[in-house]
């Protein structure tokens, strides 16, 4: 059984279609990585997995059970973690604060002291800055506390977008190292990235977005490969 299935899913905003009958999938302990352009459609597709916008036809699945008619808090209870691009921390409050909030499911609220123990062992920085306002954190800071609040709802599915967005490259390879630690726990995960080489790396399989379709699916290892991908996002002829 797949964990999460998209089938022929249309969506978008108001009378503006944005994705078209998409199809793509996520088993469990896959890391799988959404790449294209800007305005390809592949925030949308985030947006319809974790609820925050309603698809118009198609179907969502989420180990067989249908997910397109739940809220979003139903589906952030069952497991689906979604890191928005900009990585929405609260700046006003705490580090630990923040981390708080990312376990208020009947189902985390008793492991909180437990997860947040893990996510300070997993980014030591967080609980050196644990008493201090998220805005002071730098953005590859910030970008950790995104990710260990999502990690504070013990996730069955991290969902990821763009997060090297704004970070420097020395930043970006520290959170593309801790990715990939999440994946020998056996972490499934599903980025959105620009930077097509940094996805390919640590994720199984690939999809290629462009203009609300899917257009290829492959393994990363093929996509890395293929001449018109080569030359669409990495400038190489």
Not at 47 to 62: A, F
Not at 116 to 121: A, L, Q, R, S
Not at 147 to 174: F, K, N, Y
Request: proline share 3%; hydrophobic share 45%.
């Amino acid at each position: 059984m797949r964990m999460l299935e998209l089938t022929q899913v249309c969506a978008g905003y108001g009378d503006l279609r944005v994705l078209f009958d998409i199809n793509m999938h996520i088993d469990k302990g896959e890391v799988v990585a959404l790449v294209g352009s800007n305005g390809a459609g592949k925030t949308t597709v985030l947006r319809s997995i974790s609820g925050e916008i309603k698809i118009k036809s198609g179907g969502i699945t989420w180990f067989g059970k249908d997910l397109a008619a739940m809220p979003a808090y139903a589906r952030a209870e069952m497991g689906i973690a979604h890191i928005p691009q900009g990585r929405g921390v609260l700046g006003s409050l705490s580090v630990t604060d923040n981390l708080i909030l990312g376990s208020y499911t009947k189902r985390t609220k008793p492991k909180r002291e437990e997860l947040m123990k893990t996510v300070f062992e997993i980014f030591p920085i967080l609980w050196k800055r644990r008493s201090l306002p998220a805005e002071t954190l730098s953005g590859g800071q910030q970008q950790m506390l995104a990710i260990g609040r999502a990690m504070m709802m013990e996730p069955e599915l991290l969902i990821l977008d763009e997060p090297s967005l704004g970070l420097a490259p020395i930043v970006v390879d520290e959170v593309f190292r801790i990715l990939s630690g999440l994946k020998e726990q056996g972490k499934s995960i599903f980025i959105i990235e620009q930077n097509l080489v940094k996805a390919l790396q640590i994720a199984d399989r690939g999809y290629v977005l462009e203009t609300g379709q899917v257009i290829l699916a492959d393994k990363s290892e093929a996509l890395v490969n293929n001449a018109e991908v080569r030359k669409a996002y990495l400038g190489v002829v």
